[in-house]
């Protein structure tokens, strides 16, 4: 399968792209190239490969969630700024 030069031009429309006559021949060639290069992997037989999202083992990194106490409120007010007692003020931000 092979793009003609109007293809590439609708694509390079759809991306937004003005492409002069010389960029256009470059591209055509270009993308050409890759579409041969893709269609290689037809040729491959995966009667036995199985689908996969990732060819890598994966492990999930994060840590296990687990319920810990807290800080007391007295202690995480200790450093703000401004504070009722109760709850840390801050300035308003919408009228």
Do not use: C, W
């Not at 700024?81 to 709850?87: A, N, R």
């Amino acid at each position: 399968m092979a793009l003609s030069a109007e293809q590439v031009q609708a694509v390079a429309l759809l991306a937004r792209l003005r492409l002069t006559d010389e960029e256009l021949a470059v591209m055509t060639g270009q993308l050409n190239k890759i579409v041969e290069y893709v269609e290689q992997l037809h040729e491959v037989d995966t009667k036995d490969v199985e689908p996969l999202a990732h060819p890598l083992p994966i492990s999930n990194v994060f840590r296990e969630d687990r319920l810990r106490p807290s800080l007391p409120r007295d202690v995480a007010l200790r450093n703000a700024p401004d504070t009722d007692g109760e709850f840390f003020l801050v300035p308003p931000v919408l009228d």
